[in-house]
């Protein structure tokens, strides 16, 4: 037996199996009685373990969430460049990069708001009243003020205010989908369980949080606020340490290896001018500081922070709101997506999907409790109204039933039990009027279902006269009370055996089945011995939560991606597979329930997990080691869900990813992002957004790093030659900071390339520099160092001055780079079409903003004070046009040469190569 021990305020127990306690053992271990505590005991009590309720966070003022913002590396690269800019007294620099600063902490202070709004405490959990039993009074006494050793009453529509052991029951079902994933209400009883039953199969008891849809009930509570179920999955969102992001963990490496080989860069040039040029230091090191200035991209962190902000209102705009920023991207590399299957995948509303009577097997489509759709046997449809066996079926389930459909703004709805909802759409399809039914066959008596006999049954009269029963109920006990099966419009005796297969054949679909049976009689009432034996079955309603239409879909294009959908669900492993196979996810049989992943260690676990697509009756921590496990392997996750028991997985995740609308405040808590619309199919969109996220920073990258390339080699191609710079460190600080900047900012906005969810998902530890970068670095360098300094050199040569070579170098740089861009938007497709010259309104306001500016560096007589420059002639205009008309032809001629070299090694070796050199195995369908 239990001890009663009593503990500090907000101090958690370790959990007792109270399940598997008696309800008299209960009663003890926390000296309660059948007539509940006395006033004066409850707050003795509530002094000793607290109020019930759960730990509190402290909300953060906006303030403070607007200073976090700041809180990222790549913000910090722009402060530091601001502080730069201002010590070398570059104020308009200064100013803008602070603007970029501001404007993304509002960016991301604005979209964080709008999911807070959302997301206000997990104690929205808790019911705010309960009634009890206090000196043996009736009370409703505030939630918060229950303690151990109180019993609880529960009726119909109560929220469950704590952790109760049942002690009484009649007819009690529970919904219990946001704690276990069950997604129809679970039966009740008063008797123990053994003390290794999973959460979902505890019925002697009703947890905090779920809700009470049938039936009346008592109980003692036996844990309050922290100690409840609930409150441990809390305390386990508390351990859970989230992760760092890929991006985030590659752009801190690049960042290192990039300024390292600037800094050597810079030493092994400043050295090399003055021990064999003979440069003067002084001179050398404001060579070395426009080396730094040419070398650093200083427009990067605002191309990648503002590119990873228009992401996340792409997929604001989608239904999926981002709470940060960072998590864009990470979708983008996701492998493998954990979802949850109630609500999620499914839509949480029941449905009838088959019907079996003694002459036919009959499907049922429709999606959840909108009463259209069609009945079919064998692939062809049928009219119900032409088969008097299937409407008198249809009929009784109807009638026997105590819950009602609704329609509110377009949505259906079921006030009552969802499978009895289930059952009315099925009645609506097959032509029948529920309210025009019990109209004309009334309802005289009735027997509540109740879990110790397993039915319910309903007495009406006909207009003649006549009496009849309708009973529905667990299948196996309504056949055994049954002695005929009705036939076309005749009885027969029953056979036994034809309706247990029928049962099983269901059942292994993943069906939850009742039974109809009905009885002629002429009782004035409804007596349990009138409907114990004679009666005759008419048929069996197959049940199920049906995947959302546009989920399947959904599932369909992320495994066309390379990525791997998990179900993992509180429910049956049948149910499981029977939706996985309708969703097309599973591809093996194997099934690992809680109980089989409790007996693997989690070397083990991580294994076999990647090779199991579906896990059911699992619990909170089941989910949680399965994430981990995947992890292990190095996957990237993305975890699913709307139920408290997902919370601890979500936050473990890579990508938490919760339900919005039907998802528990927990579980949105602990998410990275919430959708709005509940939908499985936003997700898919949201990995295409982060796709797309990630190949337009790519291409950002792209873009900028060889320009400035371009000006260090052609800085430290002078120092070589002996010469002048060919740009002066203020011209260069023009360029990245206006052209550079503004050009590379038109990539943020490229719309997703076509074979993007064609592709396998990138490794979580692929480099920001790959091969392809360091390639193109070196490759497309060079090209503008030959045409910066080659145009410098022969415009000098040829009698120019200084000033207007630098001028005429300085507007190559520019115009190549526009040339350059439209050959950077696409990396693994030719530029040079219709679509690609044309370019994106955002390309084309990009290029005309550039080219106005720079005609007003190059002419504006205020910039040659600022500058030094000097107008450029029609001649040397078209000089430099058609410099970027060849840059972009070499640029094209090259991405064919490795297209072509990218199939020949694809189709000789079977493997797909990315543009940046990377093999990686082609993933079959769903791997």
């Known amino acids: 037996m239990a001890i009663f021990q009593p503990r500090k305020p907000g101090q958690p127990t370790n959990l007792q199996p109270w399940h598997a306690l008696s309800a008299d053992d209960v009663l003890a271990s926390r000296n309660a009685t059948r007539h509940g505590l006395s006033d004066q005991e409850a707050r003795k009590r509530l002094g000793q373990f607290g109020p019930n309720q759960l730990p509190q966070r402290k909300a953060r003022s906006p303030l403070v969430r607007f200073l976090v913002q700041f809180n990222n590396l790549l913000i910090y690269v722009l402060l530091s460049a601001a502080i730069l800019t201002a ?3 570059h104020w308009a620099d200064t100013v803008v990069i602070l603007a970029v600063a501001v404007v993304n902490a509002v960016i991301g202070f604005v979209q964080e708001g709008k999911a807070e709004k959302a997301l206000q405490a997990i104690k929205q959990m808790l019911s705010p009243h309960a009634t009890v039993l206090r000196d043996a009074q009736r009370k409703s006494v505030p939630a918060e003020d229950l303690v151990p050793g109180d019993l609880v009453l529960l009726e119909p529509g109560d929220k469950v205010p704590a952790d109760i052991r049942l002690t009484q029951v009649r007819g009690v079902r ?42 009346q009930g008592a109980g003692i509570v036996v844990e309050t606020g922290p100690s409840m179920e609930v409150g441990r999955i809390s305390s386990m969102l508390t351990e859970v340490e989230k992760l760092a992001t890929p991006l985030l963990h590659q752009i801190n490496i690049f960042a290192r290896w990039l300024t390292v080989a600037i800094l050597l860069l810079a030493c092994v040039v400043f050295v090399f001018g003055l021990v064999l040029r003979g440069f003067e230091p002084a001179d050398m090191f404001m060579v070395v500081v426009g080396l730094a200035v040419a070398a650093i991209p200083e427009g990067l962190p605002a191309i990648l922070t503002v590119t990873l902000a228009i992401g996340v209102q792409r997929m604001a705009a989608r239904n999926a709101i981002t709470r940060r ?31 079996a009577t003694a002459d036919h097997s009959f499907l049922v489509s429709g999606t959840g409790y909108e009463p259209r759709g069609k009945f079919s046997v064998e692939g062809r449809p049928i009219t119900p109204g032409h088969n008097p066996l299937l409407l008198e079926a249809t009929r009784a389930a109807a009638l026997c039933n105590d819950s009602a459909l609704s329609n509110k703004a377009g949505h259906w709805t079921v006030e009552g039990d969802p499978m009895e909802g289930a059952l009315l759409t099925a009645a609506v ?9 019990a109209g004309l066959v009334p309802r005289i008596d009735v027997i509540p279902f109740d879990a110790a006999h397993r039915f319910m049954a309903t007495l009406h009269e006909r207009p003649s006269g006549e009496r009849v029963i309708y009973l529905k109920g667990a299948p196996e006990q309504v056949i055994d009370m049954c002695a005929r099966q009705r036939n076309g419009e ?8 034809y309706w247990n297969a029928r049962t099983e054949e269901m059942a ?17 009432e409804l007596r349990f011995s009138d409907v114990e034996t004679d009666l005759t079955i008419l048929g069996l309603f197959g049940l199920i939560d049906p995947p959302r239409e546009e989920a399947i879909a959904a599932v369909s294009e992320c495994q066309s991606a390379g990525i791997r959908i998990k179900m993992i669900t509180g429910d049956h492993g049948g149910t499981a597979q029977a939706i996985a196979r309708q969703l097309g996810l599973i591809n093996k049989t194997d099934v690992l329930t809680g109980r089989d992943i409790d007996a693997l260690s989690d070397e083990i676990l991580a294994e076999r997990a990647p090779d199991v ?19 292990t392997n190095g996957h990237v996750i993305a975890m699913t869900g709307d139920g408290v028991n997902d919370a601890p997985a979500l936050k473990q995740a890579n990508v938490g990813i919760a339900m919005g609308r039907n998802g528990t405040e927990a579980a949105k808590e602990a998410a990275e992002m919430v959708l709005t619309d509940d939908n ?35 800085i430290i191609a002078a120092i070589l030659m002996g010469s002048a710079m060919p740009i002066t460190p203020l011209q260069i600080l023009w360029v990245n900071m206006v052209s550079s900047v503004g050009l590379a900012m038109a990539l943020a906005f490229e719309p997703a390339e076509a074979d993007i969810m064609k592709r396998p998902p990138r490794p979580a530890d692929e480099p920001m520099l790959s091969a392809f970068l360091l390639w193109r670095i070196a490759f497309v360098s060079a090209l503008f160092v030959l045409g910066i300094y080659g145009i410098f050199s022969w415009t000098l040569a040829n009698g120019s001055t200084l000033e207007e070579a630098r001028t005429y170098a300085v507007n190559t740089l520019v115009v190549m780079e526009v040339f350059y861009l439209f050959s950077v938007r696409y990396l693994r497709a030719p530029s040079l079409t219709l679509i690609g010259i044309r370019g994106t309104r955002a390309v084309l306001i990009a290029v005309a903003v550039v080219v106005v500016l720079q005609l007003v560096f190059t002419y504006a007589p205020f910039m040659e004070a600022f500058f030094e420059t000097r107008p450029v002639d029609f001649i040397h205009a078209v000089e430099i046009i058609g410099v970027g008309v060849v840059l972009f032809a070499i640029l094209e001629i090259e991405k064919w040469i490795r297209i072509r070299i990218i199939r020949h090694r694809r189709s000789s070796d079977g493997r797909t190569v990315s543009p940046g050199g990377m093999k990686t195995p082609i993933r079959e369908r769903g791997q």
Not at 189 to 196: G, M
């Open 174 to 215: 529970i919904q219990e989908a946001a704690l276990t994933g069950e997604s129809v209400p679970v039966d009740k009883t008063v008797d123990p369980v053994p003390a290794s039953t999973p959460l979902a199969d505890r019925t002697s008891m009703a947890y905090a949080g779920s809700l009470v849809a049938a039936g």
């Open 613 to 631: 697509d579906i896990f059911a009756r699992t619990s909170p921590e089941h989910k949680l080691r399965l994430v981990q496990a995947f992890q």
């Open 508 to 524: 292994a679909q993943g069906q939850r089945v009742l039974a109809v049976a009905t009885k002629v009689t002429t009782s004035q």
């Open 490 to 497: 005749n009885d027969q005796p029953i056979d036994r055996k």
């Open 87 to 89: 010590a070398l007294a």
């Open 680 to 714: 499985f199919a936003s997700i898919d969109a949201a990995v295409r957004e982060g796709r797309t996220v990630y190949d337009n920073l790519k291409k950002a990258i792209v873009f900028l790093l060889p320009v400035n390339g371009g000006e260090a080699f052609a």
């Open 325 to 355: 920023l960072p998590a864009v991207d990470t979708l983008g590399s996701v492998s493998i997506i954990c979802s949850d299957k109630t609500g999620t995948l499914t839509r949480n509303e029941m449905m009838v999907g088959s019907v």
């Open 429 to 437: 399809k097959a032509g029948l009027d529920p309210t025009v039914e």
